[in-house]
């Protein structure tokens, strides 16, 4: 589905955690069926996490799910949120996306970053800070290198290039944003982004994000330049069904689960929690809305207006909940949720 300048466009986006009660192959096919499920309502994108050794996410390698994902879907979009381009090796990277644009047909939603953890970075190697920005500059500035050219030099060698992004000069960019310094960098180069952090302080950072997108908007060299309406995102935890109670009691079960594996790696290491995370709270950095189509429909709506997003990211899919529950969820915000919006 093509996006809708002016108007909200959704998709949805997933950790891929790990289950007490699949297996791995099962919860890869659940995410499957997900897919093929948005592709039929006509979801616009699908974005997937990349996490190491947590439970939050056994995506480990999000282009061998998203190319399965290629291959049972058509028309919707799918891609990262983010490829952590410290944790992948530059050339292997770039033709891994050009082979996703590729089999997709020019599908290919692109996110990219640095990894919110330092304790995944430990995995690869990454000591600090510095030397995982080192990386990630690294990796990006071959990235456009190699689009922009049929040879490269890679490690003292020029290598030829045989494979091209089929969307050019390549697929639509992401990049999350959390703080000022980040969306000063997202909204100069026109990165579509998703704001973590509270829906008050959200809207704060969408003006900031669009006041500096305006001023820099025609300046030479922008990353993202070749797209002309930037997404202003937000994930949103969802339940949706037919009984409020019943909805709202699955729902909460599956966010503190999903909270659990969020914090799985900082208590694990004896460090502080990072993120403000309740259910319910104003502060939190992700909250849930669980109820009837009509009760989260009008909850959405004060949401959107709180936020100043032009860009919904539904999570039906968390903290161990069935998939047939999952499933539900997007049925119902496709019929009866998505046309209030």
């Known amino acids: 589905m093509a996006p809708l300048p002016g108007r909200m466009n959704f998709g949805l986006f997933d950790w891929v955690e790990h289950s007490e009660r699949l297996a791995p192959a099962q919860v890869f096919e659940h995410k499957l069926e997900l897919a093929e499920a948005a592709d039929q309502a006509g979801f616009h994108a699908y974005l997937l996490a990349e996490h190491q050794g947590t439970p939050l996410s056994i995506n480990a390698s999000p282009a061998l799910l998203l190319s399965a994902m290629i291959q049972r879907t058509r028309r919707l979009r799918l891609g990262a ?123 704060a950072r969408f003006a900031q994000y669009r006041e500096i997108w305006s001023e820099h908007r025609q300046d030479a060299g922008r990353h993202n330049a070749h797209v002309c309406s930037p997404f202003l995102a937000r994930a ?29 790696l900082t208590r694990k290491h004896g460090r502080p929690d990072v993120l403000p995370l309740d259910p319910f709270a104003e502060r939190s950095v992700q909250r849930l809305i669980a109820g009837t189509p009509a009760s989260v429909a009008a909850q959405l709506k004060a949401v959107i207006e709180e936020s100043g997003m032009n ?10 909940l069935p998939p047939r529950t999952a499933l539900r969820s997007l049925e119902l915000f496709a019929a009866e949720v998505r046309p209030r919006l």
Request: glycine share 8%; hydrophobic share 35%; with cysteine.
């Open 81 to 203: 949120l983010t490829f952590c381009l410290p944790w992948h090796d530059p050339y292997r990277f770039y033709n891994e996306v050009c082979m996703l644009d590729q089999l997709s047909g020019g599908r290919l939603e692109l996110g990219v970053g640095r990894g919110v953890s330092p304790l995944e970075s430990l995995i690869f190697g990454l000591e600090d800070v510095e030397a995982s920005r080192r990386r990630y500059r690294e990796t990006l500035d071959f990235f456009f290198a190699a689009c922009a050219s049929r040879v490269v030099k890679y490690r003292g060698h020029d290598v030829e290039l045989y494979n091209k992004p089929v969307q050019k000069p390549y697929p639509p960019l992401w990049f999350p944003s959390s703080n000022r310094d980040s969306i000063e960098y997202t909204a100069r180069h026109g990165y579509h982004t998703a704001i973590i952090s509270s829906h008050a302080e959200a809207r």
């Open 236 to 264: 949103q935890h969802l339940v949706i069904g037919d009984d409020e109670r019943q909805a709202i009691q699955a729902g909460v079960e599956a966010y503190e689960t999903w909270k659990s594996h969020m914090h799985h």
């Open 311 to 320: 860009y919904l990211l539904c999570v039906f899919s968390f903290g161990g």
